[in-house]
């Protein structure tokens, strides 16, 4: 049985996977003042960023329509999904709604649609695997059963310059808001297994902050010989710094460096660092 595998624009792979024909990407969209970015293979992060130091409002992001996912359906096909967390962003919801309506349309494909409970580099990892087991000739209800068990297990750090944009969007709670606003510290933040933002730790500077990152994946056995994915905004050699520590202090299989798209880039911001294994 062949498979697509198709994922929302807050998916951060490795450039090189896009072009495969089985992979496809429905953007999400990003207004910032009176202009709307796209987040496809048209948008650049350098002019987003721009955008978003001359405005004075936190950008807003829009999440695509069922259509956009009904589009993308393969008849005859295995279908994977993979979205933002449900906690975080409506694109779930749109890709289910699309599965809903492929199914009453008689749609000869399947489709499961996999809420991350994670963003950025955690949609990567379940992206990445769906490719292995899938292209590797496993049915559909094994692939889903594998994929939904890695999730459940999944961890997702990341450690911010700055979190206005989370904050103003509402994708913080009252208490992480308060000690954000509160605080000149850098806060090291992670997703919870339902898939909301929390705090797991802080430090005076980012450096620091990102040391306690890589030192909380040490203390978790559960990391070893698994592969760790670092997703940056702008910062290529501040990801390749995590690496280097990760290197020395844990025993991952595996490390690949992505760089954010355009969703990553509203939420993480310049300088920002998630990572997920």
Not at 9 to 15: H, N, Q, R, V, Y
Not at 102 to 130: D, K, P
Not at 159 to 174: H, S, Y
Not at 187 to 201: D, M, Q, S, V, Y
Request: aromatic share 6%.
């Amino acid at each position: 049985m062949t498979y697509r595998l198709i994922c929302d624009s807050c998916t951060d792979l490795p450039a090189q996977t896009w072009a495969d024909p089985c992979v496809r990407k429905v953007p999400l969209s990003i207004q910032v003042g009176p202009e709307t970015v796209i987040d496809d293979s048209t948008f650049r992060q350098k002019e987003l960023l721009q955008k978003m130091r001359a405005w004075p409002d936190a950008p807003k992001t829009a999440c695509p329509a069922p259509s956009t996912y009904l589009d993308q359906f393969s008849d005859g096909a295995d279908n994977y999904v993979v979205t933002l967390s449900a906690l975080l962003s409506g694109s779930y919801n749109a890709a289910m709604q699309a599965k809903a309506i492929y199914e009453e349309e008689g749609g000869t494909g399947s489709v499961h649609v996999f809420n991350s409970r994670s963003a950025v580099s955690g949609q990567a990892q379940i992206a990445l695997l769906v490719m292995e087991l899938a292209g590797g000739g496993m049915s559909f209800d094994q692939v889903v059963e594998r994929v939904e068990a890695y999730i459940s297990r999944m961890k997702t750090l990341f450690v911010l310059e700055n979190l206005d944009n989370l904050r103003k969007n509402g994708r913080l709670t009252k208490m992480q808001s308060l000690i954000t606003g509160a605080l000149r510290v850098k806060l090291l933040c992670g997703a919870t297994r339902e898939g909301e933002i929390e705090k797991l730790g802080q430090g005076l500077s980012i450096r620091q902050t990102l040391a306690r990152m890589v030192s909380r994946m040490a203390e978790d056995a559960d990391h070893v010989g698994r592969r760790l994915i670092i997703t940056h905004c702008n910062c290529p050699e501040r990801a390749e710094h995590v690496r280097e520590l990760v290197q020395k202090r844990c025993r991952f299989g595996e490390i690949l460096i992505t760089a954010a798209g355009g969703i990553a880039t509203v939420y993480a911001e310049d300088g920002g660092i998630v990572a997920a294994y």
